[in-house]
């Protein structure tokens, strides 16, 4: 069975500096999907980031990117230039590619930003 | 702009009572899902729908059952529900499409059950 672990339940940053959240997956399969989404206080969850695991290239939005390592099925996500409205529970989902379309998702990682 | 919306956002019920939650979408997405959402526990997969009348059971199941009659409804259903059932619980649907989807949300249904 698939399987997404963030290792941090918790994470503080300083506005205008950068973090990085964690994120490993377990899979059988080649080709899937992975995802980063953002649930703000009170908040509906969005979508922040995806990247389709036969793609080499690291996804990137803006002052967000990944860090894509298939081989150890690891995908890290980089804030840079931290700003107040990250502050939220960030979560790291998988998706396979196939007819059973359910999506999994991690624990959570709430990000904290300091002024 | 694109929608999921849920009936109610916070909701309390008694134990023992028969809950519906619905969910309706606005994007004439074939999957739809239902999760629940725990403090340390993130979101865990209650049932989830590929098409109308289809569905199929999550990791979380029990006590649980859902209806799809119509591509833009999900209900789920709580028989007779019960206090370790408070909880937030959150909709979503996504176009099932061989190329990259995402996921929208509704504004998630806080349930109490006392």
């Known amino acids: 069975a698939q399987t997404v672990t963030q290792s941090q339940p918790e994470m503080s940053v300083q506005e205008a500096e950068t973090v990085t959240l964690s994120c490993t997956y377990d899979?059988?399969?080649?080709?899937?999907?992975l995802f980063w989404y953002k649930q703000p206080p009170s908040r509906q969850m969005i979508l922040v980031i995806r990247q389709e695991a036969y793609k080499q290239q690291n996804a990137t939005e803006n002052r967000f990117s990944v860090n894509f390592q298939k081989a150890a099925k690891s995908f890290s996500l980089k804030i840079s230039d931290s700003q107040l409205g990250d502050a939220a529970m960030y979560f790291c989902?998988?998706?396979?590619?196939?007819?059973?379309?359910?999506?999994?998702f991690g624990k959570g990682t709430r990000l904290h930003i300091l002024p | 702009d694109v929608k999921v919306t849920q009936s109610s956002r916070y909701l309390v019920k008694r134990t023992g009572e028969k809950v519906f939650l619905e969910c309706v979408q606005d994007m004439d997405h074939e999957n739809m899902f239902w999760y629940r959402q725990d403090p340390g526990l993130g979101l865990r997969l209650i049932y989830f729908?590929?098409?109308?009348?289809?569905?199929e059971k999550g990791d979380i199941p029990e006590g649980y059952s859902v209806s799809r009659e119509k591509k833009e409804r999900f209900s789920l259903i709580l028989e007779s529900a019960s206090t370790n059932q408070t909880s937030m619980y959150l909709c979503a649907s996504s176009l099932f499409s061989r190329g990259l989807t995402e996921a929208f949300f509704g504004q998630g249904t806080r349930l109490t059950v006392v």
């Open positions: 729908s590929y098409d109308v009348k289809m569905k």
């Open positions: 989902a998988y998706q396979a590619r196939n007819r059973d379309d359910k999506i999994i």
């Open positions: 899979t059988s399969e080649s080709d899937y999907y």
